[in-house]
Structure formats: C-alpha cells, structure tokens
C-alpha cells in the first residue's frame, strides 16, 4: 500500500448522499443509489449513508402499506445487493421491509454483494407532523432476529454492528432518524459496543431554526460517543403536500464538523470526508471514563464482520489538517482561543501569587516572544489585583551575543508598561566563571560550547533568583512548550526553573498571535502595543553565541528545526499518540503546498513556506530523539504552571508522565521504516 494511501494511516472516507428520490418508485430509488455507490466506489467511499425510507420515500403516507410497493421495495433490494459485489463502499439504504406481520422502518447495511445484516427503527415519531405508529412497528424486542428478504436472509435487529476485519477501528452502526432525538439514542449502546461510526439514516422535514438543532445533536452525540457521525436526510423528490425538505448531508467526529453539504439542493446532494479512526481509538483509550461506562450499560450486540479491501494508492485527502494544530486559521476562533489562554495565564499567576502572600515578581526581559508574553501576562495580574506594575522587577541581563535590537525592545517594553526596570551585565561574571573552569574562550579562543552557553543562561537565572530573594519577590518563567518537549532549556540554575511558569503550557507557535491579540485588544496602551508589534518580527534565537563574519546570529530553528513542523509533531504526539509515520503523512498533507489551504490570520507572507516530505522526516527524527531519547529529565523537574492548550501538557502532575531513562529507538524505527526518505 502506497505511503500516500489515506487507508495506510487510520483514515476512512465516508460520505453522506440525498439522491433524487422518486414517490413510491423503488426500481428508480434503486438505480439513484447504485449510481451514487458506483461514483463513491470511484472516489475510495468505505462507508455511504442515504437517507430514512430512500427506496420507497418516506412522504408516501399509506402507500406504505400497499403490497406492490412493499414487493417492489425487495426486488429493488435484491438488485442493489447482487450489483454492490463489484463496490467498495458499505451502503446503508433506507427501506420499508415486511418481518413477521408487521411493517418495520429499516437501515439495511449491504456490502459486496451481501446483505450484512438490517437495523429496524426503534423510536417512532407520532407528534405533531409525525405519524410513524401508524405504518410501523418499533425495532424494540427484536435483538437477535434473522429477515428474510426475497430468497435472501440476514440478521435482523437493532443489535448489530458491522466490523471491518482489515481496517483497524472502523467499526458501523447504524440508527434511523427519531432514534437520535431521543435522551438515550441507539448509538449510544452502539458506541460503547465498539461501534466509531455511527450513521442516521434520516428523513426529518425542514422547518425554521430546525437544521441548528441536528447539527447540535449530530455534533454533541459525536462527541460524546468519541466517534464520527453521518447524517443523511430527505431532499428533492419528497412530496411537499404539507412539508418541506433540505436535504442536510453532514459528518462529524468528536464534536467537530468535518463536511456539510448546502442545503435545498435542486437535485443530489454529496458530502465526503475522512474521518481519523486513529484519533478516535486514541481518545476513547485515554478517557477510561468512557469503558467505565460500557461496564456500567452495555447491551449485547452481534458484530458482522466484512472484509473492505480498499484502494492501496493515493486518493488526496477529504480533511482538513490545521497548518498548526494549535493554532486554528479561522480567525474568530482564533480570538477565542488567545482570548482563553491569555486568562487562564492571567488568573493562573494571580491566584498563586495570592495563595503565597502577594510578593513581587522578578521577570528576566530579554526582548524576545516568550519573555514578552511573560510579561504582558505579569503586567495584566497587577491590574486585576489593583497592584501597581512597579512589583514587577524586569531585568534585562545582556551576554555575550545580546543584539542593540533585542535589547533596545527589552527597554521600551519595560519602560511602556511602567514596570521596575533593571539591567544587570552578566559578561563580567561570566568571563570570570569561564576563567574559574579554565575554558579556553577564557584565554581568548572563539570556542562557543555548550559551557559557553550555559555560563551564561545559568548566570541569568542564578541572578533572578538572588534578587527574588533580595526583592521579596518570585521568578517568573517564560520558557515555553514547545522547548520542554524538545528539552530546548538550560537544567535546573537555567531557564528551565522559575518558581511558576506562566508560559509552561503555551505552544510557541501560539505565542506570537497570542502577543498580537493583546496588541489589537487594546489592552495595554498605544505604546505597549506598538513595542509589542515591533517584537513580532524577532528572529527566534538564545543570543549566546556571538553572530558569525557575516553577520549571521544564532538561529534556534537552525538548531532544532521550525517549530512551525515540531509543534505539528508535538501535538499529534501529545494529544494522540500517533505514530510517527502518520504524522508525517498529515504534515506532508498541511505543510508541503504553501499556497493550499488557510494561515492563520496576520500570519507574516514571508513566513508562509512548504516542507517537502525528506524534510519533514529529517525534522521528525530530531524532534523523536529529544522528546523521547533524552529531555524527558528537564520535563520531570517543572516548576507549577497553568495548562492552556487542549492539546496537552507536559507536566509530570498532568497529562505527560515518561521515565527520565527511556529511549526513542521505537519511535524512530517506525518512522525510518514507514516514512519514504524521497
């Protein structure tokens, strides 16, 4: 199977389809169907949902029960099912069938020429413009039984889900329209049967505000079911003699909207989209509440397996991948979120400095993003607690490679924000250590090691402690996620200690448009937020390195790689745990066409590259070998922070708890075998 094969990664293409239907035409439904099966097959469909009744139209009233009908309905099941044997996807076709003297509203579940089995509605509307218990009886009490279609039989019952043998987590189950607007639907039980998708073969009529409340619906019960969710429901051809039809396709997995169609569609109506079966496995292994609660509920259900065989070559992907997962490109969501994280910092910082006696707080201002947003968030829990900013004791501490630049913005931030300002030069006493230890940049050698360094991210921080203590006061860290995960922090006397990290839990690549929308917000005054913009445009560096002949500084990305991709990964990682192999194929996906798809807003045009897949797998192993391979340490060690990011932190109290002594050789294995080097 093809490395660019959606099948190969954890993903299933399901599709919803509202065919024309045609009243009390079964022969016709059947061809609207196959048609639609034969196109879906084209586009690597695994699973297709059609809608409640689709064989015969639901707005048919009393012909439901006219014999010619009804017979017509199972010629036309026995042609979808001997002409599906050539077919990729699973069909569920919506249907009237006649089981011992009754009438029953069905999903029948039909795959390569076999009929897998048929589910019965189990809650019939008779309310309102509802009439259902007149046509139908409830699929209530009939778990375990067998239909007879034609000469054909199959199980019957709504205790039945269908398993693909050769697709990890994909799963079916299917219920019929009224079963979703119930407190306890079907797919509930279907769910905690191991069922991850979950189908509504609908009808449900169009009336004003109604379409907000299934999205509703279809969105909660994915989430809460941690599982995709199809949903099919009548469009053209319905009678409107007293109701109106808006043929809404859509699919969602847990809680979010992956597809929706648009509605009134003057014909046939499509919507495809990849769901993550990985993802879903994933979220339902890490929330043991929701087995606890199989063990509490569960049913009893028959599982039919099949056997998909899907395509093994490239089929694209039918999902949007975020560009940065924590960081969503839609703008108003995006405010959200920067609006969330900034509060949780704030109020994070405000009740410990609250719980230990309101000291000062003490802030290394280094000029760049993390020590900015540090900052910014020290300055607004003064505010809120009607504290002057002068508690607040910045100190600028410039080394060996600190820039005019770096240093100039330290200041005007400082100054702008009505902070303590205080600069202390640590080269003195970093030359006198280095001296101490005999190293040769001592002696007057250009040797740059990682002593030379950490002299001086040392000396920063021992410095900040002193004065805490000095002051009366606490440090603030400013280190961030994305260096905790790749161990990019100088141990214990550096800047991986403080005595609370506000930044601990934020992503660097949410940093920058956190700082962005403090300066639009107009939290702070005009100057901060234009010492705030300038700020910006930094180059990401350590500045302990002095720039070479050419004028070129240290570069962190150089180093560790663009923490646009080792957040990709980070989170996936984090969040997840995918493998590396299907990481690289979702970032090849986000990442390897700049002009596809959307940046989040005010991201800078020159910062809008692509990664080509070599060196999203170069980048990967760097991140592999220092998430798992050896900074797991530092990680183990954290001072106290907030969690902000739904996508995990790395707290050993939290959500990330590793041994300090494990090895990333698994991991990379996996990726060196799995992931093609060209």
Same mark, same amino acid.
């Given at each position: 199977?093809?490395?660019?094969?959606?099948?190969?990664?954890?993903?299933?293409?399901?599709?919803?389809?509202?065919?024309?239907?045609?009243?009390?035409?079964?022969?016709?439904?059947?061809?609207?169907?196959?048609?639609?099966?034969?196109?879906?097959?084209?586009?690597?469909?695994?699973?297709?949902?059609?809608?409640?009744?689709?064989?015969?139209?639901?707005?048919?009233?009393?012909?439901?029960?006219?014999?010619?009908?009804?017979?017509?309905?199972?010629?036309?099941?026995?042609?979808?099912?001997?002409?599906?044997?050539?077919?990729?996807?699973?069909?569920?076709?919506?249907?009237?069938?006649?089981?011992?003297?009754?009438?029953?509203?069905?999903?029948?579940?039909?795959?390569?020429?076999?009929?897998?089995?048929?589910?019965?509605?189990?809650? *019939?509307?008779?309310?309102?413009?509802?009439?259902?218990?007149?046509?139908?009886?409830?699929?209530?009490?009939?778990?375990?039984?067998?239909?007879?279609?034609?000469?054909?039989?199959?199980?019957?019952?709504?205790?039945?889900?269908?398993?693909?043998?050769?697709?990890?987590?994909?799963?079916?189950?299917?219920?019929?329209?009224?079963?979703?607007?119930?407190?306890?639907?079907?797919?509930?039980?279907?769910?905690?049967?191991?069922?991850?998708?979950?189908?509504?073969?609908?009808?449900?009529?169009?009336?004003?505000?109604?379409?907000?409340?299934?999205?509703?619906?279809?969105?909660?019960?994915?989430?809460?079911?941690?599982?995709?969710?199809?949903?099919?429901?009548?469009?053209?051809?319905?009678?409107?003699?007293?109701?109106?039809?808006?043929?809404?396709?859509?699919?969602?997995?847990?809680?979010?909207?992956?597809?929706?169609?648009?509605?009134?569609?003057?014909?046939?109506?499509?919507?495809?989209?990849?769901?993550?079966?990985?993802?879903?496995?994933?979220?339902?292994?890490?929330?043991?509440?929701?087995?606890?609660?199989?063990?509490?509920?569960?049913?009893?259900?028959?599982?039919?397996?099949?056997?998909?065989?899907?395509?093994?070559?490239?089929?694209?992907?039918?999902?949007?991948?975020?560009?940065?997962?924590?960081?969503?490109?839609?703008?108003?969501?995006?405010?959200?979120?920067?609006?969330?994280?900034?509060?949780?910092?704030?109020?994070?910082?405000?009740?410990?400095?609250?719980?230990?006696?309101?000291?000062?707080?003490?802030?290394?201002?280094?000029?760049?993003?993390?020590?900015?947003?540090?900052?910014?968030?020290?300055?607004?829990?003064?505010?809120?607690?009607?504290?002057?900013?002068?508690?607040?004791?910045?100190?600028?501490?410039?080394?060996?490679?600190?820039?005019?630049?770096?240093?100039?913005?330290?200041?005007?931030?400082?100054?702008?924000?009505?902070?303590?300002?205080?600069?202390?030069?640590?080269? %003195?006493?970093?030359?006198?250590?280095?001296?101490?230890?005999?190293?040769?940049?001592?002696?007057?050698?250009?040797?740059?090691?990682?002593?030379?360094?950490?002299?001086?991210?040392?000396?920063?921080?021992?410095?900040?402690?002193?004065?805490?203590?000095?002051?009366?006061?606490?440090?603030?860290?400013?280190?961030?996620?994305?260096?905790?995960?790749?161990?990019?922090?100088?141990?214990?006397?550096?800047?991986?200690?403080?005595?609370?990290?506000?930044?601990?839990?934020? %992503?660097?690549?949410?940093?920058?448009?956190?700082?962005?929308?403090?300066?639009?917000?107009? *939290?702070?005054?005009?100057?901060?937020?234009?010492?705030?913009?300038?700020?910006?445009?930094?180059?990401?560096?350590?500045?302990?390195? %002095?720039?070479?002949?050419?004028?070129?500084?240290?570069?962190?990305?150089?180093?560790?790689?663009?923490?646009?991709?080792?957040?990709?990964?980070?989170?996936?990682?984090?969040?997840?745990?995918?493998?590396?192999?299907?990481?690289?194929?979702?970032?090849?996906?986000?990442?390897?066409?700049?002009?596809?798809?959307?940046?989040?807003?005010?991201?800078?045009?020159?910062?809008?590259?692509?990664?080509?897949?070599?060196?999203?797998?170069?980048?990967?192993?760097?991140?592999?070998?220092?998430?798992?391979?050896?900074?797991?340490?530092?990680?183990?060690?954290?001072?106290?922070?907030?969690?902000?990011?739904?996508?995990?932190?790395?707290?050993?109290?939290?959500?990330?708890?590793?041994?300090?002594?494990?090895?990333?050789?698994?991991?990379?294995?996996?990726?060196?075998?799995?992931?093609?080097?060209?």
């Amino acid at each position: 199977m093809s490395f660019h094969s959606l099948y190969r990664h954890g993903f299933a293409r399901l599709a919803a389809c509202t065919p024309q239907v045609s009243l009390a035409d079964p022969a016709a439904n059947a061809e609207a169907v196959l048609a639609a099966a034969r196109d879906l097959h084209a586009r690597g469909v695994a699973v297709a949902v059609f809608p409640e009744l689709g064989l015969s139209g639901y707005s048919i009233d009393d012909l439901l029960l006219q014999d010619v009908l009804l017979d017509a309905v199972e010629a036309a099941v026995e042609r979808i099912i001997a002409e599906s044997a050539g077919l990729l996807p699973v069909l569920l076709v919506g249907a009237p069938l006649r089981h011992e003297g009754r009438l029953y509203n069905c999903a029948l579940a039909i795959h390569r020429g076999r009929l897998l089995g048929v589910v019965p509605k189990i809650h *019939l509307p008779n309310y309102r413009e509802f009439y259902e218990r007149r046509h139908f009886a409830s699929g209530t009490g009939t778990e375990g039984g067998t239909v007879r279609i034609g000469t054909l039989d199959a199980p019957f019952g709504p205790d039945l889900i269908f398993a693909a043998e050769d697709i990890r987590g994909l799963v079916i189950h299917a219920e019929v329209c009224e079963d979703l607007w119930v407190p306890s639907p079907p797919s509930n039980d279907g769910a905690l049967a191991g069922a991850t998708v979950l189908a509504n073969l609908s009808a449900s009529n169009i009336t004003i505000g109604k379409a907000d409340t299934r999205r509703l619906l279809c969105a909660s019960q994915s989430a809460r079911c941690l599982a995709a969710y199809v949903y099919a429901a009548a469009g053209a051809g319905e009678s409107t003699t007293d109701l109106a039809w808006d043929g809404q396709v859509s699919i969602y997995e847990n809680g979010a909207t992956l597809v929706e169609s648009e509605r009134f569609p003057s014909g046939q109506q499509v919507a495809i989209a990849d769901a993550d079966l990985d993802l879903l496995r994933q979220e339902r292994a890490r929330q043991g509440t929701f087995d606890d609660n199989r063990r509490l509920h569960a049913r009893p259900f028959r599982r039919i397996t099949f056997r998909l065989d899907p395509p093994m070559e490239d089929l694209g992907l039918e999902r949007r991948i975020e560009r940065f997962p924590f960081v969503p490109a839609d703008p108003a969501r995006l405010s959200q979120d920067c609006y969330e994280a900034y509060a949780i910092q704030v109020s994070g910082l405000m009740q410990r400095l609250g719980a230990i006696g309101n000291p000062k707080i003490v802030i290394g201002v280094s000029g760049g993003l993390d020590s900015t947003q540090a900052l910014i968030v020290a300055a607004r829990a003064m505010d809120r607690m009607g504290r002057p900013r002068t508690d607040i004791i910045g100190y600028t501490m410039p080394g060996f490679a600190t820039s005019e630049g770096t240093k100039s913005s330290a200041h005007r931030l400082m100054a702008s924000l009505g902070i303590t300002v205080r600069e202390l030069d640590i080269r %003195p006493a970093a030359r006198q250590m280095l001296s101490d230890l005999g190293h040769r940049f001592a002696g007057g050698e250009p040797v740059y090691d990682v002593t030379f360094e950490n002299v001086q991210a040392g000396l920063r921080t021992d410095y900040l402690f002193r004065a805490a203590n000095n002051e009366g006061g606490i440090v603030l860290g400013t280190g961030d996620l994305s260096e905790l995960a790749l161990g990019w922090c100088t141990y214990g006397v550096g800047d991986q200690m403080s005595h609370y990290n506000v930044n601990g839990g934020v %992503p660097k690549t949410l940093i920058q448009h956190l700082i962005r929308w403090v300066a639009e917000t107009g *939290l702070f005054d005009a100057e901060v937020s234009s010492v705030l913009v300038d700020i910006l445009g930094t180059e990401i560096s350590p500045e302990l390195v %002095p720039a070479d002949a050419g004028g070129a500084i240290q570069s962190t990305e150089s180093k560790i790689g663009p923490y646009a991709l080792q957040d990709f990964t980070l989170f996936y990682v984090l969040r997840h745990g995918f493998l590396p192999s299907k990481i690289a194929f979702m970032a090849e996906r986000a990442w390897s066409d700049a002009a596809r798809g959307s940046w989040p807003p005010h991201f800078p045009q020159e910062r809008r590259r692509a990664f080509a897949l070599p060196e999203i797998r170069h980048w990967m192993e760097v991140f592999l070998s220092r998430f798992f391979g050896f900074s797991q340490f530092k990680r183990s060690a954290l001072p106290n922070g907030p969690k902000v990011a739904a996508g995990g932190s790395l707290s050993p109290r939290g959500d990330w708890r590793a041994p300090s002594d494990g090895n990333a050789a698994a991991w990379l294995a996996e990726l060196r075998k799995n992931v093609p080097e060209a």
